[in-house]
């Protein structure tokens, strides 16, 4: 069965450290999001991509955070510098183009020392 | 079976039981909704999406139930078992936006006890 892969499952970083985050679709799928998801919380929306235009970024702190997909497959999701309120479970999710459905992958779970 | 009227964060039931889990949702214009349940460390699985234009659609095990007027979503879980103890999330869209990124509720806590 396809799945979205996400790595690393976990991830402890030094606050001001660099730390990215990798996440790989389902193949085909078109439409790719990250959530963060704080502990005890529902996901929420960081940035979607479009093949590799970004659609909504709106929620992405942009000083700290940046995305990228540059081929419209993969994405990589950076935060430099890691601040103490990152520390979260970082949900990679993707969807075919113009459906609802959206499937995530296991998260990477953050935590910023 | 256990029922919840209003959202509530946990809700703890025994084996067998039926379940029934509420989310208020925000936007009058939503058109989709979908329920997911998500176990401790993975991320959210689907388990059942109804349309605006039904009141009622039935999975195995599962029925989720949508009332428009007071914009309320319910999961009902028949005969409730250990493994389906989870954090339950409801999710919508708004109408027309297919594609747009799904929007979640609170989630509640569901433990089963044998």
């Known amino acids: 069965e396809a799945e979205v892969a996400q790595s690393p499952r976990y991830k402890i970083t030094e606050k001001s450290q660099a730390v990215a985050f990798w996440c790989d679709p389902i193949?085909?799928?078109?439409?790719l999001y990250w959530y963060r998801q704080i502990l005890g919380q529902g996901p929420e929306l960081l940035v979607q991509?479009?093949?590799?235009?970004?659609?909504?970024d709106s929620q992405l702190p942009k000083d700290r955070f940046s995305a990228e997909r540059l081929k419209g497959v993969d994405s990589t999701l950076k935060i430099q510098p890691a601040e103490l309120g990152d520390s979260a479970m970082y949900l990679c999710?993707?969807?075919?183009?113009?459906?609802?459905?959206?499937?995530f992958g296991q998260g990477t779970r953050l935590t910023v020392v | 079976g256990e029922s919840v009227g209003l959202h509530l964060p946990t809700l703890s039931v025994q084996e067998g039981d039926n379940s029934i889990i509420n989310c208020a949702y925000s936007n009058s214009a939503s058109d989709y909704f979908i329920w997911y349940k998500q176990e401790s460390g993975k991320g959210p699985q689907f388990i059942i999406d109804?349309?605006?234009?039904?009141d009622k659609r039935q999975g195995q095990r599962v029925t989720v139930l949508l009332n428009k007027t007071v914009k309320h979503l319910s999961l009902q879980i028949a005969a409730t078992q250990p493994g389906d103890s989870a954090v339950y999330f409801c999710a919508e869209i708004p109408a027309n936006q297919a594609g747009t990124a799904l929007i979640f509720g609170k989630g509640t806590t569901l433990s089963v006890s044998s």
């Open positions: 999710a993707s969807t075919q183009w113009g459906a609802n459905e959206a499937f």
């Open positions: 991509f479009q093949d590799e235009s970004v659609v909504d």
């Open positions: 193949s085909g799928h078109a439409t």
């Open positions: 109804i349309r605006s234009n039904m």
